[in-house]
């Protein structure tokens, strides 16, 4: 199955500030999607993030809060810009695993993020 | 728009038991995808088992198995011979055939005792 390595795994930020979470994959894929998870909570999805066009976010969440950059099939950031506390959550990054007709999500390990 | 709902927030197993985890999902699609996955404390996504929409036949994998009822829109999971390893929260997971995002449920946190 595709390996996703993710950046950084926590972080504790100072309020105003910005940080980018970076998912490197181990194979091409067309799109990868990122989400968030309050601990111990369900995962809602933030973007789709698609190599050569713009992401599509879903509802409640804009470009200007979560930019992300998609340069080519097998990277993707995603910046938290001007956090808040409660932007403190777990973020995830994923993507449709093809291999062997494996048609479910491979997930990055995560990023804690606590801002302060 | 899809919904997915997991209506035990927690469950507990005896070791070497069985185990059943519920999910019904509200959708007007025919084509689609249905997952259980599988976060234990180390926050690790993975998947456990997939369901295609269009087979009849229940998926299996080891000691994990699912009840797929496509009219009533259920699926549930359930663990034989249970281990300590299962313990973790578990997701079920709906995704269309023709989008690559899923909606995800609110998780069942299972508890396995020895």
């Known amino acids: 199955s595709a390996v996703i390595s993710q950046k950084p795994s926590r972080d504790i930020c100072q309020r105003g500030t910005s940080l980018t979470i970076q998912c490197q994959v181990d194979?091409?894929?067309?799109?990868m999607f990122w989400y968030r998870q309050q601990p111990g909570q369900s995962l809602t999805l933030i973007a789709t993030a698609n190599q050569g066009s713009e992401a599509t976010y879903e509802s409640g969440f804009v470009i200007d809060k979560f930019p992300i950059s998609r340069p080519n099939l097998t990277f993707s950031t995603l910046t938290v810009s001007n956090m808040s506390p409660e932007d403190s959550s777990i973020y995830l990054c994923?993507?449709?695993?093809?291999?062997?007709?494996?048609?479910?999500?491979?997930f990055g390990s995560g990023t804690r993020l606590t801002v302060v | 728009a899809q919904t997915v709902t997991q209506s035990q927030p927690e469950m507990s197993v005896q070791e070497a038991e069985t185990v059943t985890l519920s999910c019904t999902y509200d959708t007007s699609e025919s084509d689609y995808y249905l997952f259980w996955y599988k976060q234990p404390p180390s926050r690790q996504m993975i998947l456990v088992i997939r369901q295609e929409a269009y087979k009849q036949q229940n998926a299996t994998e080891n000691r994990f198995s699912v009840n797929f009822q496509k009219a009533a829109k259920s699926f549930s999971l359930k663990i034989s011979d249970s281990q300590l390893g299962d313990a973790a929260m578990y997701f079920c997971a709906y995704r269309s055939a023709n989008a690559g995002k899923s909606t995800f449920g609110d998780g069942t946190t299972l508890t396995v005792k020895p």
């Open positions: 994923s993507v449709v695993d093809r291999t062997r007709g494996n048609y479910g999500y491979t």
């Open positions: 194979s091409q894929v067309t799109m």
